[in-house]
Each structure stands twice: as C-alpha cells, then as structure tokens.
C-alpha cells in the first residue's frame, strides 16, 4: 500500500453523466472535492505526450510529478536530475541495516553553463524512458536510461558536455596518452572511487580539464545521427572493449509480447529493444545491434531463457544483477493456472470433518449485512467476501447460495453502474489523465494509489459472479474490463488507460505509489498484487477474452516468482546479510523494510503479504522451509513486541490473518487450531467476517493434500493434487450454465502409483 490517508469526507454535488457501458455506466468525471482538486492541479512535466494516457505508478514516474526526477532506480545504476545535468550513482554495498543500497560518489554528466529549467517526459517504452533537461529551446539534453542496463545516452543541443567527479579520479585513453592530446575517438575510461566509468562520444570530441572534472567539445556525428555521449557504470576497467562496442547504439523503445501456451504450462516472453545508431565509431564486420541488459533473479531461476549471461554482474537492491548482450531476449515462466474456489470437503474426503453448522453462521451474516463499506478498497473486501461465500455455497449445496449470490450481484451492480446524485459506491473517469476513479476514494487512490489492490478485488469478484451466471458476464463484462484496464491495460491501442499502469514488467511487480516520490517507488501488499492478477485472468477466462486471460497469466506468472524472490529472499540469496528479517513489509526502489504504513505489529508486516486470503496465493505453499521460517520467525517476533507469539492472543484479526495463511501453506495446522479455538468460543472462531472461509478452505485443503505443480491440465480451471497415500486428485470447477444452475466441482481421484 502506498502512503495516504482514508478519506471520509463529503463530495461537493457537480452535474456529472453517466456514460453506459453494456448495462453498467460510470461517471464523466469526479465530483469536487479537496484531495481531487489538489490532484488535478498538480503540474504534470511532459515535452509532448500527444494522446497517450499519463503513465502513473512507474519506476520512474517521479519525472512526470516533480520538476526533476529523483531516485530513478534504474538498477543497477541509480539516476537523477539536476539542473545542471544527471547524477549517475552505481551502488556497491548496502547499508549497514541491510535495508536499503547506498548511493555515493555519483558520476555528474551536464553541461559548461548549463542550467536546466526542469526536467520532461520525452518518450518511454516499456522498461526505458527518455527525458529532457532543458534550458531554452535551443539549449537542452536529452537523457535516456533503461532497466537493467548499466548505461546512459545523453543527446547534446546546443549543449558543450561536462563530467565531474568526487575527490581523485584517474582518467586515460585506451591507446595510452593524455586525454588532452588529440580528439578521443573511441572513448576515455575514469577510475573514480573505486569506480571504473566509460565514457563515449558519439564521434571524435576534444577534452579539457575543467576543475574537478572534464569538459569535451564533440565533432558532429555522421548524417542526422545524435551527438553525445554514452555513459557505461562498470565494475573493472576489463569491462572497457565491451561497453564501446555497445556505445554504437541507443535503446530508443523498449517493448514486451507474452503468450501463453496452455499445454506446456508456461507464458512465453519477447523483450525486443530498438536498437537505432548511435555513435559513427566502426563496428566489427556483420556485427548486429545490441545493447547491454541485465536481468535479475526471477527472470532466471525456475524460467527458461534464451541467452547467456556471460556479461559483467553488478549488486542491486535485488540481489545480483546478472547480463547478456542483445536486443531480442526471450524467458519462458512456469504458469499452471490461477484457483478460484475449492470443492466441498465432503466432495474430496467424505469423513472430512467440516462443521457445517458453524460455516452456516457466517453464511448467514454475510448475506444479512446491509451495507459495503462506501469507499472502493474496504467495499472491496465486502464484495470479494459475498462472492467467496456464494461460491462455497454452492460447493457445498447449501439452500441459501441463490440468496448469497443475489446479494453479490447487487453490491457488484451497486459499483458497476452510476446514477447521477449518488455520492458512493462507483467508478469516476479521470480524462485529463486517463483512468477510472473508485469513489469514494480512500489511501490516496484519487492520485492513483493502489488501484490494483482497490480494483482487483471486483475483478476476481466479477470473475465468481461470471462464473454463478453467465448473464452477468455478458451485461455488465465491459464495465468490469474498463475497471481491469484501469491497472493492467493490455491493449496497446486503447490510450484510454496507460499500458499496465500499476506493473513494472522488467521488475517483475507492481508499484502502489501513483506519483511516486523523490525516494523512488513503493509496494506494499505483495498478496494482493498477486490477487489483481488472478481476478484479472479468471475474468478473461470467464469473458472469453483470451488476451485479458493471458495478460493475467502473464503478470501472474512473473509477479509470484518476483515475490518469493524479493519480499521472502526464498533462496536466501538477494537480501544483505545484515538485514535480520525473513520477510519485507514494503518494497522500495533502493530496497526493503521491515514495516507497514499502518502498524508495527509483526502480524501486520507478515500478514499483509498473506491477504486476502484462497486458493489463488497457492505460490506462497512451494517451500516448506519457506514457510517454517515465516512461522517461526512471526512468533518470535511478536512474541518481542506484542507480548505473546501465539494465535490465541493475537485477535480476531490478526488471527485470522495468519489462518487463511495457514488454510494454504499448512492446512492441516490450520483446522487443529481452528478445532481448538472454537472448543473455548474464542473470538478468532467466533468475531471476524472471514472465518468461515478459513474454515472451508482449510478443511478442502487439508483433503486434497500437495498442489501437483508438474501437471498440465489443458482446461485451466483443472488442477492436480496428491494426497497423503499419494493418490492423484483432480478438481475441475465447472461454471453455471445458466442463472437458474450453480457451479459445481468434478473431482476425480486415481490411486497412486
């Protein structure tokens, strides 16, 4: 979650329309109010973004909201700007928390007199970004950076280059001589602070000594090509030869395609750079473009690349930082489909013993609570909770699913349509930058917070609902795709919404902060990162939108790897070694904490990578030695906080929170405790709305036994499990056919072999 408050505040009334869509609508605009108007009027940094939709909630979206972008992680170099130019800092250790990399001895690359007015968006791709530092119309620089790469293209305009440095620095040619000798053409190489950089015209430059650093008059390229120059950060001088030949060519676009193949089990990527010439350097006879990209842990374990990385390795916030040289990269990532909901426990072990009685009661408060919350995240939970019930009703046969799910519909159709003069409870076009409002808002979300933790909630509700009336689907599916595209547009050519607003796809997650800030991004809620990406491939399967279902697979498939790697280090290979803790409660840019924005409390900090609890968080269940570790390390720590490590005393919250964990990673633990908790009334058995979906889930877990990852199941609603005596177990979910039938669960078993 993303720093913000909850608003509580009313909405002045404005003259807004409805705008249909099938039998849904939304409203044209917001209504005023304080938070929204300071939005709105905040000044927005572009050159010319023509019709594209403001790109939020990025890893460099602090150039968008500041007149000059700061913390630019584009690991393993970090990037700001500054009036006079750009800091490139390369980081090489950690803090001595193990928290966050430190960033000194910053390499400054500007201009002689050069003073920038601000810094604007130029153009982006989909993990490169190019800004410009302007100071006249005549005078500016243009700046390219790219994740992953250790390199920046600086274009001059007017503009006679300069590079500092910190204290002493030993600059030299490759050829041997005095960098004041004769014009450089092939490039100089300064060793500062135990920092070896290069340094690349884009032709022959002269240079002089200039204080603290150099200033270099450069010859024009050849025909209309740029001039400037290349900066590569690297770790020994040997590293040279390598980062020259690259200096020919800058990255002007960045681009990712998936597929998913359902046979295989995988989503398949393209990571294609465009590549366009750069430096009139001659390059080795039939030598192809590339550049050099580096990838982190998740793209290479438990994945299938197509390309060696063989070039140099660099620290970063993520762990090691590994490259190869290209422009066209490809990685295959495991992804054996998304659950939704689990079969009765009957329907698996007939002398499973689920308390039906006691599932009932929560049941029937679900559908006697009058009301949803009024602002779109904890109305989302609301709406989620109703969908997860009726579908266990209908697991179970239960006589009161038609009522559930009636009460479903009505608080998805109370969100999906607007009325002019109601205050809640519906979506708000934001045009001028192009996405869709939850009101009311709440922890910043009119600033375009969280929206994937907001919105995915009624996607994943919207997919149930589908999936208990086929009718649903078909009116009020196009509301509910505007609602998905608002955090993961997967159309290129709708510019209504940013391309995957809320997902940095070369980091492999998401980002909460919707305008950033000066110290870089943040994600708080890993789970229900992983959540939106569920609703959003269950509600393409369910719509029969075959590339929502494959965007959903695709972020899916690379977020769950990203999280066991850098919010669980599952491997214990990516976090310092003086960082203490087996868990991070927000994600930052330059690294982690140990933290919540709301709560200290250990529980919170583990927990808030846990919820919203089901079947869909099957990734945090594929190590058990994961899962003893956050176990153990959950009680000793709240033991030191709260006083006590048990279950018992930590409240029907909390406590529930680590249950829905343990109803996925350890179910059989999961209905022990629940058994022994109910035995004495406590209220974790007895208080919180969600119990009673721990208790089915735990229960059907607890029958079915071990996810079986190897298998590949055509149908993606079809998953394989091995039970205790090893026999095979296979679950498929069957959607209702109609309004008037429910959806029903086929289970097979077949004896081990």
Do not use: C
Request: net charge negative.
């Amino acid at each position: 979650m993303a720093w913000g408050v909850l608003t509580a505040v009313g909405f002045a009334a404005t003259a807004t329309t409805p705008i249909a869509v099938g039998a849904g609508s939304y409203a044209d605009r917001p209504p005023r109010d304080e938070q929204v108007d300071a939005f709105l009027a905040r000044p927005m940094y572009f050159v010319d973004r023509g019709e594209r939709a403001v790109p939020t909630n990025d890893w460099w979206t602090d150039l968008v909201f500041s007149p000059f972008g700061s913390s630019l992680w584009a690991q393993p170099i970090k990037v700001d700007a500054r009036p006079e130019g750009v800091e490139i800092t390369l980081p090489t250790r950690w803090a001595d928390n193990g928290q966050d990399m430190v960033s000194e001895h910053p390499l400054r690359v500007g201009g002689t007199g050069f003073e920038a007015k601000d810094a604007r968006v130029l153009d982006w791709g989909d993990w490169t970004v190019t800004f410009r530092l302007a100071e006249s119309a005549d005078r500016y620089i243009d700046v390219t950076i790219g994740r992953g790469m250790p390199t920046v293209w600086l274009a001059y305009h007017g503009v006679e280059p300069t590079v500092r440095w910190q204290g002493q620095a030993r600059v030299q040619r490759p050829g041997g001589g005095d960098v004041e000798e004769r014009p450089l053409r092939d490039g100089l190489m300064i060793e500062s602070q135990g920092r070896p950089w290069g340094v690349f015209p884009t032709a022959s430059a002269r240079a002089r000594r200039d204080g603290d650093g150099l200033a270099l008059t450069l010859d024009r390229a050849a025909g209309d090509g740029p001039t400037g120059l290349m900066i590569a950060a690297m770790n020994r001088p040997s590293d040279y030869r390598l980062f020259e030949r690259a200096s020919r060519w800058w990255p002007a676009g960045s681009r990712l395609d998936w597929s998913w193949d359902r046979e295989a089990g995988v989503v398949r990527t393209v990571w294609a750079l465009d590549l366009r010439p750069w430096s009139s350097v001659e390059s080795t006879p039939d030598e192809a473009p590339f550049a050099v990209q580096g990838w982190l842990p998740h793209h290479l374990a438990q994945t299938r690349a197509s390309f060696d990385v063989d070039g140099p390795s660099y620290l970063s916030p993520r762990g090691s930082l590994r490259t190869a040289a290209g422009a066209i990269f490809e990685i295959d990532f495991p992804f054996r489909g998304v659950m939704a909901a689990m079969p009765s426990p009957a329907a698996i072990d007939p002398g499973a013993a689920f308390d039906r009685a006691a599932f009932g009661r929560f049941l029937d408060r679900a559908i006697d609570k009058p009301k949803t919350a009024p602002d779109s995240y904890w109305s989302g939970k609301d709406t989620l909770r109703h969908a997860r019930y009726a579908m266990a009703a209908a697991a179970l046969g239960d006589e009161r699913y038609k009522r559930q799910r009636e009460k479903t519909r009505e608080v998805l159709i109370d969100w999906l349509t607007y009325t002019p003069g109601e205050g809640e409870r519906y979506f708000a076009r934001y045009g001028e930058h192009g996405g869709l409002i939850g009101l009311r808002h709440s922890y910043g979300s009119e600033a375009f917070n969280d929206h994937h933790f907001h919105f995915g909630y009624y996607t994943l509700a919207g997919a149930m609902m589908a999936m208990m009336d086929p009718s649903f689907a078909e009116d009020y599916g196009p509301m509910l795709t505007l609602v998905a595209k608002d955090y993961a547009n997967w159309d290129r050519g709708d510019e209504r919404f940013p391309w995957m607003r809320n997902f940095d796809p070369w980091a492999g997650h998401s980002w909460a902060g919707g305008v950033s800030s000066p110290g870089g991004n943040n994600q708080e809620s890993s789970s229900e990162a992983m959540m939106s990406w569920a609703g959003l491939h269950l509600l393409g399967l369910m719509l029969s939108d075959d590339e929502m279902a494959a965007a959903g697979a695709m972020g899916y498939a690379m977020e769950s790897r990203a999280v066991l790697e850098y919010w669980f280090d599952w491997r214990q290979t990516n976090w310092s070694p003086d960082y203490p803790f087996p868990v991070v409660g927000i994600l930052w840019s330059a690294g982690q904490q140990y933290a919540t924005y709301f709560s200290g409390d250990p529980g919170w900090i583990h927990g808030i990578q846990w919820f919203p609890a089901g079947p869909w968080l099957d990734y945090l269940a594929e190590d058990d030695a994961l899962t003893e570790r956050q176990l153990a390390a959950l009680r000793r720590d709240r033991a030191k906080k709260e006083g006590s490590g048990e279950l018992k005393e930590m409240g029907p919250v909390v406590g529930n929170v680590l249950l829905g964990y343990l109803s996925v990673v350890r179910p059989e633990e999961a209905v022990a405790a629940i058994e022994s908790l109910a035995a004495n009334d406590d209220p974790i058995t007895r208080d919180h709305e969600d119990h009673g979906l721990h208790l089915f889930d735990a229960h059907a877990r607890a029958a079915l036994g071990t996810l079986d990852r190897r298998a590949l199941p055509s149908d993606p609603l079809t998953h394989r499990f091995v039970d205790e005596n090893g026999d095979r177990i296979e679950i498929r979910l069957v959607p209702a056919a109609s309004a008037g039938e429910a959806p029903r669960w086929v289970v097979e078993r077949r004896p081990g072999r």
